[in-house]
């Protein structure tokens, strides 16, 4: 032990006498006791040095200093929102310049919207914009109609079904008893049982066809705010007492020309009868069932008609005339005899205004309907008079019905042909 302790202190005489003994980091606390006598315990020594090495390391760990990132930005999430805020103010400026370029836009037509309504005329452009629309919405309610009329047809074929199968599980009557097979039906009238009251009215109708032709050119040349009776003709229904006459008016302008609506009127007629119009002439005499329901009060009649209907061209306008005899036969389904009913009708196209630029047509229909009582006790009876209201009612939703007719028929070919070109 003795020979380690003076080979260590050899070892630090050699290294206080070097010029670097600075550097080493001992300070002068070693000389000191190396002097002295106390390191006659090797442990204290070397308990001095690590204490020693210890302090000159703690200034050395203390003096590092962190690196910082040369790219760290610690503004960079503020600059972020300040980049975004701008381009946000931009848009907004942009879309304040948008919005008020389509509020002038609108301003404009609604200006020229209010120009156009406020003018007395009707010129081309706005009767095709409201022929437009009333289309579009007829069409969406024609869609609406069809899918709730799915849905009945539906169920009444389930209905109509579920009769079927109750009827083949069950017994037919004749086979239970032999006795009641014989079946009574009814039948359409024989030929020749009523063939000279036929003939007699519709010779009546067709001189009353003539005479309201004649009557219409007397009121259009002469007086064309009213109605004139100086062309007549003696008619066959003169027994009974006549009543009130009801008159329906209707004028509607769509445009087209006059030919196209009044061919389109002519075919739709036809259609309605069930008969080509290649087979037709000018001159239409016919007889017919007519039923009337009516759904609001749930109430119907039914009636036997005779008409006659004729079709005059002129030169810038046509005439359609018809006359009908119409006679009740049941009313809520019991029989009803005593009254007749007498229709005289026209209707009038011609062209709306000639100096106008485009081509509107005019449509006016004229209706009048007079009731015939044959027993003067029945001219207070509640059932004549809820007849006459039933048939006057049903005539004003069918001429309104035929014009929209008319027009869709006609809006379909222009569309048709504007593809084919």
């Known amino acids: 032990m003795e020979e380690e302790f003076s080979a260590a202190l050899a070892f630090l005489n050699g290294l206080q006498q070097s010029d670097n003994f600075e550097t080493t980091g001992y300070d002068g606390r070693y000389l000191s006791l190396l002097e002295s006598d106390a390191w006659a315990d090797p442990s204290q020594f070397l308990e001095t040095l690590d204490d020693n090495e210890s302090a000159a390391q703690a200034p050395q760990k203390r003096g590092k200093k962190r690196r910082k990132n040369k790219g760290f930005n610690p503004n960079k999430a503020r600059e972020e929102l300040r980049a975004e805020v701008s381009i946000l103010k931009n848009e907004v400026e942009e879309l304040e310049f948008i919005r008020k370029g389509l509020q002038a836009i609108r301003n404009k037509r609604q200006a020229s919207t209010n120009a156009v309504n406020s003018s007395h005329g009707v010129d081309g452009t706005s009767l095709w914009r409201e022929t437009c629309t009333r289309q579009l919405k007829r069409r969406l309610n024609a869609e609406r109609e069809n899918i709730g009329l799915r849905k009945n047809c539906e169920k009444a074929l389930r209905v109509v079904s579920s009769v079927k199968n109750l009827l083949n599980s069950r017994p037919a009557l004749w086979d239970i008893n032999p006795e009641t097979r014989i079946r009574t039906r009814r039948i359409e009238i024989p030929n020749g049982y009523v063939n000279d009251m036929v003939t007699r009215i519709f010779d009546d109708l067709s001189a009353g066809v003539e005479a309201s032709y004649l009557n219409v050119k007397q009121v259009t040349e002469a007086n064309p705010s009213g109605l004139s009776d100086s062309a007549t003709h003696v008619s066959i229904f003169t027994d009974g007492v006549k009543g009130r006459s009801r008159e329906i008016f209707n004028c509607s302008t769509l445009p087209f020309g006059v030919i196209e609506i009044s061919d389109a009127w002519w075919e739709d007629w036809h259609t309605y009868s069930g008969r080509s119009v290649q087979n037709t002439a000018d001159v239409v005499a016919e007889s017919f069932g007519l039923e009337i ?69 005019q449509i006016s229909s004229q209706e009048v309907i007079t009731p015939h009582i044959l027993d003067s006790k029945l001219k207070n009876d509640p059932k004549i008079a809820a007849l006459t209201s039933v048939l006057v009612n049903s005539m004003a939703p069918y001429y309104t019905a035929r014009i929209q007719t008319i027009e869709t028929m006609l809006l379909d070919r222009v569309i048709q042909v504007k593809r084919g070109g």
Request: aromatic fraction near 12%.
């Open 293 to 361: 329901c009516d759904v609001a009060v749930r109430i119907s009649a039914t009636f036997y008609a005779q008409q006659v209907l004729r079709r005059f061209v002129e030169d810038n306008r046509v005439v359609i005339v018809w006359n009908a005899y119409i006679e009740p036969i049941a009313y809520k389904g019991k029989r009803v005899r005593g009254a007749f009913y007498i229709e005289k009708s026209n209707v009038i196209i011609k062209p709306k205004d000639l100096e106008q630029n485009g081509i509107l047509t």
